[in-house]
């Protein structure tokens, strides 16, 4: 079976653009999480989808939004990029045949200058 | 709100020695899971043992070992054998039970590095 994709696996960007991160989960799937991984903040949740509904929201700007598809492949989107922002960014999918295990993704590291 | 405690950002071992990582947590709940996460240089995270809170036995994954505490809130990971692969960094994790939720709570990680 093959493992949680995302795609790109790497982006620069310049403040005040826009990006779109996408997240492909393992087959069968239908929760996806999201995470930022920052030398500072360590590792922060940013929100969780199940059977495309939006069920956990972590402490982010409204900049930062996501979604998932009805295959659950699932996207997020940050706004107006902040130096801030540059991070890698990790997606996680799980079941309830694996008792929730979160498998993850290679991430995709932005960098916003 | 739970939250996760590792207080050794940093960790060394020699090869073929045991090494313990410490984890402690604060949550109010009485139903939740643990984990250790394993994120070599390549950044793939990687499941390396989990602890459900109801079971009393502590898990075990071959070398990998935890030492759960529940009235303590202490979760420790012991590497036994300590091999060159297992040099990388170690994110202690919680998440509540019930299956409302997947979402993971991190510790801020410890860094270990295995000496040849």
């Known amino acids: 079976k093959a493992g949680v994709t995302q795609t790109p696996r790497y982006l620069i960007k310049t403040r005040g653009q826009q990006v779109t991160l996408s997240c492909s989960p393992i087959?069968?799937?239908?929760?996806v999480s999201w995470y930022q991984q920052t030398p500072g903040q360590g590792l922060q949740f940013l929100f969780e989808y199940f059977s495309e509904t939006q069920r956990n929201k972590g402490n982010f700007p409204g900049r930062f939004s996501g979604r998932q598809f009805s295959n659950s492949r699932s996207e997020m989107n940050v706004s107006t990029l902040e130096l801030g922002d540059s991070a890698l960014y990790l997606c996680a999918s799980s079941s309830i045949g694996t008792g929730y295990e979160q498998f993850f993704g290679p991430g995709t590291r932005l960098t916003v200058l | 709100a739970q939250t996760v405690t590792q207080s050794q950002p940093e960790m060394s071992v020699q090869e073929a020695e045991t090494v313990t990582l410490s984890c402690t947590y604060d949550t109010s709940e009485s139903d939740y899971y643990l984990f250790w996460y394993k994120q070599p240089p390549s950044r793939q995270m990687i499941l390396v043992i989990r602890?459900?809170?109801?079971?009393?036995q502590n898990a075990t994954e071959n070398r990998f070992s935890v030492n759960f505490q529940k009235a303590a809130k202490s979760f420790s990971l012991k590497i036994s054998d300590s091999q060159l692969g297992d040099a990388a960094m170690y994110f202690c994790a919680y998440r509540s039970g019930g299956g409302a939720t997947n979402k993971l709570i991190f510790g801020t990680g410890t860094l270990l590095a295995v000496q040849p």
């Open positions: 087959s069968g799937h239908r929760s």
């Open positions: 602890q459900e809170a109801y079971k009393q």
